[in-house]
């Protein structure tokens, strides 16, 4: 079983950089890629970075790639995005997320998601 909890998020002025972090209490860690997704206000959960269940195959979302940056610590069982240069569009509640399936973008392809972390952005 996977038991996702994101920490880590928090207010933070536009141009700063923030570092979430997500473990799982499970045992099983090492076999689920894993995701992060968020959700502003009034949108759609969309995903922002995954990860394969290695670390060796990463995706972005094309506008967040060279800002954002997804990691994994097999070890602690723990995933991480770090976030570099924030701006006034980045405001949401992230979210981790695992999935069996591989390395995937679709919120549809996960199986198990933590509670979600505010990440506000001042200007």
């Known amino acids: 079983q996977v038991h996702l909890v994101e920490s880590g998020g928090g207010l933070v002025q536009a141009g700063g950089s923030l570092r979430l972090s997500c473990a799982d209490s499970?045992?099983?860690?090492?076999?689920?890629?894993m995701g992060w997704f968020r959700q502003a206000p009034g949108k759609e959960r969309e995903c922002v970075a995954a990860l394969s269940r290695t670390g060796g195959s990463t995706w972005y979302e094309d506008k967040l790639r060279g800002r954002f940056a997804i990691s994994r610590d097999n070890a602690k069982n723990t995933v991480y995005l770090q976030m570099n240069s924030l701006k006034p569009e980045d405001p949401a509640v992230y979210y981790c997320a695992a999935t069996m399936s591989g390395i995937r973008f679709t919120r549809t392809s996960y199986d198990y998601w933590g509670q979600g972390t505010q990440v506000p952005v001042s200007s």
């Open positions: 499970g045992h099983t860690f090492s076999n689920y890629a």
